[in-house]
């Protein structure tokens, strides 16, 4: 379980608080979705997460550890455990496909013969075995993706942090990876947590939510409870009724006229 309490970030310089008193808790196993515009503070939480970014004050607690208190030994240990996947794949382009995957492994300390067969395990998870010697640049987004999912959890992370994974990729491609994380959740029952701007995302894999706006938590927790609140800020967003469809048509024209008979 990752629990937030009372986490606020203010950046150098002052200014708004980036977070301001957010609280949530992560349960194990979920797919935790958080959702907000631009500059709401989602990436600021991600990286708080893996204290990439420190925050100003308040606790993270993972597995009852408060992570803004370790040392720089158990830190590096942390980072191990909390994979990252990034929206621009951030891989090795002088580097292979086994070779990017290997980076954790490597750091880890593990010896060749065992970061193979994990590299090798890892190829076949996400789809792309015969792709081990390729390179970066003869990869499709969707690829470079996967081998950013792969490398994610090349040091068997409990945790899987994932920074706007799917929105440089077009929908199709962006139903392939979120197909394989939600397969990589139900079968190694990994916690994923997911920043995002695209509701979509939400919609096809996360049971868990959050709405930022301002740095500040707007709601947050099961979707299956707040999806049953008439006025739940998440419910209207996910579940909009046929109000933008209205408005759609309205716009080309087509209100009020029928738009199919049936004989
Ligand atoms: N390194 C930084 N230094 C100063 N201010 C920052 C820094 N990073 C983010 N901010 C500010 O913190 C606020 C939250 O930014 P953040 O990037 O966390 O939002 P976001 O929801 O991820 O936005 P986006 O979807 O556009 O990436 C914004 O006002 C932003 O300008």
Do not use: W
């Not at 970014?53 to 993972?62: A, F, H, K, Q, V």
């Not at 590096?76 to 954790?104: C, E, K, S």
């Not at 959890?153 to 962006?174: I, Q, Y």
């Amino acid at each position: 379980m990752i629990t937030l309490e009372r986490l606020s970030k203010v950046y150098a310089g002052g200014g708004q608080p980036a977070l301001d008193d957010v609280s949530l808790t992560v349960p194990d196993g979920a797919i935790y979705g958080i959702l907000g515009r631009s500059g709401a503070g989602k990436s600021t939480l991600i990286r708080c997460l893996n204290l990439l970014e420190r925050p100003t004050s308040g606790r993270i607690l993972m597995h009852d550890v408060d992570i803004t208190t370790l040392n720089h030994r158990e830190l590096r240990l942390h980072r191990q455990r909390t994979g990252m996947v990034f929206q621009h794949f951030n891989l090795i382009h002088a580097r292979n496909v086994a070779d990017n995957i290997a980076v954790p492994l490597e750091i880890a300390g593990q010896p060749r013969d065992v970061r193979q067969a994990r590299i090798a395990e890892l190829l076949e998870l996400v789809g792309l075995s015969d792709k081990a010697q390729a390179f970066p640049s003869q990869l499709s987004g969707g690829q470079k993706q996967r081998v950013g999912i792969a490398r994610a959890l090349a040091a068997h992370p409990d945790v899987l942090l994932c920074d706007e994974a799917t929105s440089a990729l077009d929908s199709e491609t962006t139903a392939s990876v979120l197909a394989l994380l939600m397969d990589i959740n139900r079968k190694l029952g990994v916690t994923i947590v997911l920043i995002t701007h695209q509701l979509e995302v939400v919609k096809a894999i996360c049971d868990h939510a959050a709405l930022l706006e301002n740095g500040r938590l707007v709601e947050s927790g099961a979707l299956s409870e707040l999806l049953v609140k008439p006025y739940s800020r998440l419910r209207q967003a996910l579940l909009p009724g046929n109000e933008a469809e209205k408005a759609f048509l309205r716009r080309i024209g087509v209100s009020g006229r029928v738009l199919c008979e049936v004989a």
